[in-house]
Structures are given as structure tokens and as C-alpha cells.
């Protein structure tokens, strides 16, 4: 072992080609990358981890990249790394800002310029506001910052540029849900510049107080925006132009949700929002077209150049142009511009003659966007594209590597060889037979490649994989590749003359009806995209060493090179433990056999998630948001359970069928296989609990009716149903059960119980406490949110709870928990935990002792 580790660390044993194949920028963007973890991701597996392991890869990459290092090198790599570990906090705002002056949840005046266009959606309209004053109870301020305004009913739209006042606002500081495996929204926000949002119910509150002329250079891009869409429109009406808008701009906005989940569902989401992919198309469209002209013009004026091949410097540098006129018509996006620059980066290697040294290029373009914008690093977004232009260069290495074999040369090119278009002795290799396979298989090896290296962060980030998506990519992405360009030139066309484009259009208009119909013809089946838990951490470091080492395992294999046996051995057992911990990550979280009780933070509504000793689950309640607007189960349960690596739940139970209770297990239902659904018997359901009953059924979902003071049990755990009795009842036509028929269940786990109270009010507490006087429970979940129509004194007497946890929105228009409640456990001495402050709640015990924790930080 100590020879292998001197040969390969040690820069003496590294010949010159080894060196030269490592490009000089990578261990200065180790150095810097391993400081930014040490900032913004200090806990990944171990604390720090991330940060030291990067850092030990640039020292290593320098080492191996030089024979002698020298001083000068050691000391930017230390200064880069210092650099990042202290880069300045993007988050740490100016006194003045409006974060400081607001009082959340109040009525204010904020006053303004708009910096953007509005953002019309079905439902509401965001307005971008740059504050420059802000009037209180205190009285007026000057200040600085950012506010999103959303106004809910119909207006007279506002522009950007526009000097408004908004009255009667109501704002607040973004807030995440705070439960492990959330998104972080604040964080998305934040990286826009916004840091204060608010809503407006009257629009006769906004006053226009004048329009601002603004620059050319900022009128233009969105001028030619605005007539580059009208004229998109007019060739291409219905949903063919909608979802032109999304291609070729990355506006989204007017795609039906249907078409969005489809474009999801199938793995081609990626081509609604403008990405490298985009830009790409758009230089490789244009360095066609304006190669042969550019090649006869230099041969005409200068045939030696024509003939020393600078025509591709020639034709790269004109690309340039469209390129950066594509990027402003698109708009400042994050994405759009570091897609620019990576493209960009490309082109300027062909001008200066490195297009051998792509990587190079690449690995600056990413330098430069994380100086400009180091919060990136953990910004999915970047993630995916540096992760799949890097898979993609790194296999053109590859193949590269395995072509310079010269036994490859002799006779029948190898397939690594045919990979690369290297079919030196074929006579047919000009042929358009010859010239789609190498298309097709040019773009399986791409759709490939790039669905490995991003498969880490689809995993982590979203929980799920398209399996059709490699498939469609095969032959979407080539014919996207005309599609996105050819209509950017016919729209251009259309805004000199409509008639003009209408012909060419054509062709676009019926290929962009494929782009309609597969995606949402392959959505429907089933095996379309899975769900994935999240694995442990630790499975990212198993994937990429798993990959990586296979790849040069090939490579020695090509290259006629015996591979040691304690290779082969080693690779094969942790390949196995990689596909080990994807396919049971649930195991590998190593889950205590302990009881834990997780009331998650949901905003206003409730949901619990139990975890047995036995292993078993149990969901009571999934949320619910008013007229679903936000699909609480999807966006907010779902992500916790995947993120504990739970792929299946055991039991589910629905206290009654108020919204903010039911309607998050519908989504629960659809993402999750559940076995056991525990009900309230025949004669208490209601329109809405007969309705997810039958869902239920539907997916073969086994229901089974508690009985009052009839135990069930779950391994040593037992769940008792203290209310309502089974000859209450409820009338057909109801669409919900009423508050007070809540389920009422007393857990017990040994010498620790919990009461679940649903929303009950102050007359079952009495009757509560009436059938069972010795109610003792070591924790309460507080009834009704922290009513205070519920929350007896004589109820909390006889509970007698060293703790109690309440579910409630943050702000929430009922003020749940009443001051008055709060007020009642506290003179009881009673702990209060509440998930609009502490976030999600969990409750740990071993049946003796118990422990709480909370999660404010996140």
C-alpha cells in the first residue's frame, strides 16, 4: 500500500504527461472551493469534513501538476483558501436596510422604485420593489433593501421604472419551513436580493407617484424581450407558444401545471429553463451557419489564413455576438449568466488556440462565478451544470486517453474509437447514415454521462429521477438543438414581417407539437420518474469514487494493463454498498430503537410523523394550505420523509377533515406506499374523509376502525382511542367533521405517554377529564393549535404535562396560541414548545426517559 500512496502523491513518480494533463487552475480552485465549505457547509458527514478533504485534493492536484512546487504556489493556495474561509457574509445587511425597520406581521408604507417587470401569475402579481422609504407607527424612515409585493386581486399593471407607493402593506421576513430536509427559501430569496416580502389585499392602496425613464441599456433588453415575445406569439398562438416561451426565454409562467409536471416527470425540465444547453444551441447553431461564409471570405482575402485554420477562431469570435445578445434577451438570471460565461469561456479558448484545454476554460468560468457569487457552491443549480459539463469533458478525456493506444490503430477502430468518430477507414463515414449514428450515439453518450454525474444532486435536492428521461433525451435533445435556435431566428424575422416568418415557421410550429405530446404521453405511465429517499451523506463520496475508478479501470483495460485483483475486489464490494444504501437508505441511517414523535412545522395546520421501536411509521394529519395553495404534502412532509430515508409508511390516520388537517395526505398517499390506514368506523367520515378513504381504497390502502379504549398496538407501543364514541355520528350530507369529533389518541411506549388532541374545544375536554380522571401524560399536543377555546385550565389540571407542543402558522391570522393559552400552561409550570418559533418538534425517547429537540436554526 505505502509504494502505491508514494507513487501517486508524490510528484517525482508523475511523468510529464501526467502533468500536463492536469489543468493549472484546479488546485487553486480546490484551494478556494475548500475555504467556501468551510464557511457555508461546515457539517457534511463530519464537522468540516467537506472543507479539509477538498483542501487535501488541492494539495494533492498541486503536487502532482509540478515537479518542483514553489513557494510562490504554496502561498496563493494558502492566501485563496484563507480567501474563501473568510469571504465576506452576503448576509450580513446595512442598518438601514428595511430588515431592521419592519415590525413583522404590521401595517406599513413602504415607497419605491420598481427594478423589474411584473410577474403575472394566474392567481397574483409580484412587484419588485428597490425601497427607498418606509412609514410606521414609529413614523417615516429613509432606508435601503428589496421587498417582493404580492397583490392578489385584478389592477391596472404597474412597469418597471415605475416610483410607487404602496399603502397598507403587510411584510415580513421570509421564513422556511423550519424541518430537516426542507428547501431553503429564504436562502433562494436571499440570493436575489430579496430580503423583506408582503402582500397588498387592496389595489386602491397603490399610488403611482411617477414613471422614471430609464437608461437604454436597461430599456433595451427588456423592449426587445417584449417585441421578441409578441412576435413569438403571433406565430406560434396556443400552447405551442407557451411553451416556446418557456424554451427559448425560461418563462415558465403560462405553462399549464400539467405540461410543467410532464416536463418533470419525463427528465426534460431542463429545456424550460435557459441553461447552458441553451446557449450552447445557440453558439453551435450560429458557428454553423457562419462558418462556411467566414472560411469563403478568408479565403478570398487571405487564403494562407483560410488555410492555417483560422477560420474557427474567425467564426468563434463572431459567435461571441449572439451569444451575448441571446444572455440579454433572456434577462440578468443567475443561471442564463453563468451559462454565458461558461459558454463564453469555450469560444475564447478556440480564439486564443486552447481548445485542447477545455477543462481549463471550464474551470475558470466556474472560478469566476464563484468570486462573483460564491453562494452558488450549494446552489442546485450550479451544481448540475458544473457537475454535467465536467462528466461530460471528463469522458471526452477518456475516450481521448484510450485513442492514443497504438495497437488501437491497426485494423477495425475499437468502439471507443467509434465513439469519437474516428472511423479513419471507413468509406462511408460521410455518408447521412454514418453521419446520425454518430449523432445518436454522440447523444446517448452525453444523455448518459450527464444523468450519472447529476444523479447525486437530483437525489438530495428533489428525491426523484426520470428513468424515461435518458431515453427522451436521446432524440428530444438533437431536435431541440434545431428547434430553440431556428426559433429565435424565425421570431427575429417576424418582428421586421409577419409574413415573411409565417412560412418558416411552419416546420418550428409542427415540431414544437412533438415537444407537447411525447413528454405528456410518457408522463402517464407509471415508471415514467421514481421517488427516491435521500441515502446518507457518506454515499455521495461511495458514488463518485465508484464512478471515477471504474472510468480508469476502463481506461487500464483499454490500454492492456493487468487490474490488481484487490482492485477489482474493493471496487466490487463498495459498489455494492452504494447501491445498498440507495436502495435502503433507511438502514443506513442506522435509526435508534428508540420512540420518536415528530410534529413538523407546516405553517397554520398540523401533522405528526412517528417512528416506532419496531421500525413501523405512522403520518396522523398531513396540512393544508387554503385552497391548496401550497401543496403541503409534496412541498413541506414529503422532503422530511425522505430526508429520514423513509420510502413507505406503515399507518396513516386523520384526526377529522378540517383542511388544514386532510388535505396534505393526498399528496402523502400519491408519493408514498401506505399499508394500514386506522379510520373512525362507518358512522363518523364526512364528504371529505369519505373521499380520501376512498383514495385510499383506490390504492389498496387496508383500513381498519379504531374502537374507543380499545388498544391497538404497534410492536410495545399502543395507540388507545380515548374519543369520540362509535355511536356518535354524523350526518351524509356533511362535508366535514366537526371540531369536536376530533380522534383523540393516548399514546403509551413503557412509562411514557402522549396525548393527541386534534382540534377539540373546551366541551370534550370536560368530558375528557370526566370518563378519565387520571389523564397523566408526560407531553400534550396542545388541542385546537393553542386555542383559547380549548386548553382548559381543568384539562391542563389533569394532564399534568411536563410538556406541551403546538402546532400554529407563524403570524397566523387566528393568533394561535392565544396569549390567554400560553398564559394558562405557564402558570401550571408547564414547558411550552411551539413550531411557528421552534420549528419542528421531536420527541425522542426509550420508554423511561425522554428528550426534546428543536429546530430554530434552519
Not at 32 to 61: D, M, Q
Not at 254 to 276: D, F, N, R
Not at 317 to 323: I, S
Not at 534 to 552: E, K, Q
Request: with cysteine; net charge positive; charged share 20%.
Amino acid at each position: 500500500m505505502k509504494p502505491l500512496v508514494k507513487k501517486w502523491f508524490f510528484s517525482e513518480n508523475a511523468s510529464i504527461h501526467d502533468r500536463a494533463r492536469i489543468p493549472p487552475i484546479l488546485p487553486f480552485l480546490l484551494a478556494f472551493i475548500a475555504g467556501l465549505l468551510g464557511n457555508v457547509a461546515k457539517f457534511f458527514i463530519a464537522p468540516y469534513l467537506a472543507c479539509v478533504v477538498t483542501l487535501i485534493l488541492a494539495i494533492f492536484f498541486l503536487n502532482r501538476a509540478t515537479k518542483n512546487i514553489s513557494h510562490n504556489r504554496i502561498a496563493i493556495l494558502v492566501l485563496l483558501f484563507v480567501f474563501g474561509l473568510l469571504y465576506p457574509e452576503k448576509n450580513s445587511l446595512p442598518l438601514d436596510n428595511l430588515v431592521h425597520q419592519i415590525k413583522e406581521g404590521k401595517m406599513a408604507s413602504v415607497e419605491g422604485r420598481l427594478y423589474s417587470p411584473p410577474r403575472v401569475l394566474e392567481d397574483r402579481t409580484f412587484y419588485l420593489l428597490e425601497v427607498e422609504s418606509i412609514e410606521t407607527e414609529a413614523g417615516a424612515k429613509k432606508v435601503s433593501g428589496r421587498a417582493r409585493i404580492a397583490i392578489y386581486k385584478s389592477h391596472d399593471l404597474l412597469q418597471a421604472g415605475d416610483k410607487v407607493r404602496f399603502e397598507k402593506v403587510r411584510l415580513k421576513i421570509p421564513r422556511n419551513f423550519k424541518n430537516p430536509g426542507r428547501f431553503d427559501y429564504r436562502s433562494y430569496l436571499s440570493s436575489k436580493g430579496i430580503h423583506v416580502i408582503g402582500n397588498v389585499s387592496n389595489p386602491k392602496t397603490i399610488i403611482r407617484l411617477d414613471q422614471f425613464d430609464l437608461p437604454f441599456y436597461y430599456t433595451f433588453p427588456q423592449q426587445l424581450r417584449e417585441r421578441m415575445l409578441i412576435s413569438l406569439s403571433q406565430l406560434f398562438p396556443g400552447d405551442e407558444g407557451k411553451l416556446l416561451q418557456a424554451m427559448v426565454f425560461g418563462m415558465k409562467d403560462s405553462l399549464s401545471p400539467e405540461i410543467k409536471e410532464a416536463y418533470i416527470a419525463t427528465g426534460l425540465a431542463h429545456l424550460t429553463a435557459v441553461s447552458g444547453l441553451h446557449i450552447g444551441f445557440v453558439a453551435s447553431a450560429f458557428y454553423f451557419l457562419f462558418s462556411p461564409l467566414v472560411f469563403y471570405l478568408l479565403y478570398r482575402l487571405n487564403p494562407d489564413s483560410a488555410r492555417a485554420g483560422h477560420g474557427g477562431k474567425w467564426t468563434a469570435f463572431l459567435c461571441l455576438t449572439p451569444v451575448l445578445l441571446y444572455m440579454i434577451v433572456v434577462g440578468a438570471k443567475v443561471s442564463s449568466l453563468r451559462a454565458g460565461i461558461m459558454i463564453s469561456a469555450f469560444l475564447i479558448a478556440i480564439i486564443i488556440n486552447r481548445q485542447n484545454s477545455l477543462f481549463n476554460a471550464f474551470l475558470s468560468a466556474a472560478f469566476f462565478i464563484l468570486l462573483w457569487k460564491p453562494e452558488s457552491l450549494i446552489d442546485p443549480g450550479f451544481q448540475l451544470s458544473f457537475l454535467a459539463v465536467a462528466g461530460i469533458l471528463w469522458v471526452i478525456h477518456l475516450l481521448t486517453e484510450m485513442g492514443d493506444d497504438p495497437l488501437s490503430k491497426l485494423g477495425e477502430p475499437p468502439w471507443h474509437q467509434k465513439l469519437l468518430g474516428k472511423e479513419l477507414h471507413s468509406l462511408e463515414s460521410g455518408s447521412i447514415k454514418s453521419k446520425l449514428k454518430k449523432i445518436f450515439i454522440g447523444s446517448a453518450l452525453i444523455s448518459f454521462t450527464v444523468t450519472l454525474a447529476t444523479l447525486p444532486v437530483l437525489i438530495f435536492n428533489f428525491n426523484r429521477i426520470s428513468l424515461a428521461g435518458a431515453f427522451l433525451n436521446l432524440f428530444l435533445v438533437p431536435l431541440a438543438a434545431l428547434l430553440i435556435p431556428g426559433v429565435l431566428l424565425v421570431t427575429c424575422i417576424g418582428m421586421v414581417s409577419q409574413s415573411l416568418a409565417l412560412l418558416p415557421a411552419i416546420p418550428f410550429l409542427h415540431l414544437t407539437k412533438l415537444f407537447l405530446i411525447i413528454p405528456q404521453f410518457v408522463a402517464e405511465f407509471p415508471w415514467a420518474s421514481i421517488y427516491l429517499p435521500t441515502p446518507p451523506a457518506i454515499w455521495i463520496l461511495f458514488y463518485f469514487v465508484v464512478l471515477l475508478s471504474a472510468g480508469y479501470a476502463l481506461l487500464h483495460k483499454v490500454r492492456h494493463k493487468e487490474i490488481p485483483s484487490i482492485f477489482k475486489i474493493g471496487w466490487g464490494v463498495t459498489a455494492a454498498i452504494t447501491l445498498a444504501m440507495l436502495i435502503w437508505p433507511r438502514s443506513f441511517h442506522l435509526p435508534p430503537k428508540e420512540l420518536t414523535v415528530s410534529v413538523l412545522d407546516i405553517g397554520q395546520g398540523e401533522s405528526i410523523f412517528i417512528e416506532f421501536p419496531n421500525g413501523k411509521t405512522l403520518i396522523m394529519d398531513g396540512g393544508g394550505f387554503y385552497k391548496n395553495s401550497l401543496d403541503v404534502g409534496k412541498v413541506v412532509i414529503a422532503p422530511f420523509l425522505w430526508n429520514r430515508g423513509i420510502d413507505r409508511i406503515d399507518y396513516m390516520v386523520a384526526t377529522h377533515s378540517d383542511n388544514d388537517h386532510i388535505r396534505g395526505l393526498d399528496s402523502v398517499l400519491d408519493l408514498f406506499p401506505v399499508t394500514t390506514f386506522l379510520t373512525f368506523g362507518d358512522n363518523i367520515t364526512g364528504f371529505r374523509m369519505k373521499r380520501l378513504y376512498a383514495k385510499a381504497k383506490k390504492k389498496n390502502v387496508q383500513l381498519v376502525s379504531l374502537k374507543k379504549d380499545q388498544a391497538f398496538k404497534i410492536g410495545e407501543t399502543q395507540l388507545i382511542p380515548l374519543h369520540p364514541d362509535h355511536n356518535e355520528s354524523l350526518e351524509e350530507n356533511d362535508r366535514r367533521v366537526n371540531n369536536d369529533l376530533s380522534l383523540v389518541l393516548r399514546l403509551d411506549y413503557q412509562s411514557f405517554s402522549m396525548l393527541f388532541t386534534g382540534d377539540i374545544g373546551n366541551k370534550v375536554e370536560e368530558e375528557l377529564v370526566k370518563s378519565y380522571p387520571d389523564l397523566k401524560v408526560d407531553i400534550l399536543k396542545g388541542p385546537h393549535h393553542g386555542s383559547r377555546f380549548s386548553n382548559s385550565e381543568i384539562f391542563i389540571e389533569t394532564t399534568r404535562p411536563d410538556a406541551v407542543v403546538f402546532s400554529s402558522g407563524y403570524l397566523n391570522r387566528m393568533k394561535h396560541p392565544h396569549p390567554e393559552t400560553l398564559n394558562r400552561y405557564e402558570n401550571e409550570g408547564v414547558n411550552i414548545f411551539r413550531t411557528d418559533l421552534n420549528g419542528a418538534v421531536k420527541i425522542t425517547t426509550d420508554g423511561q426517559k425522554y428528550s426534546i429537540q428543536t429546530h430554530e436554526g434552519l
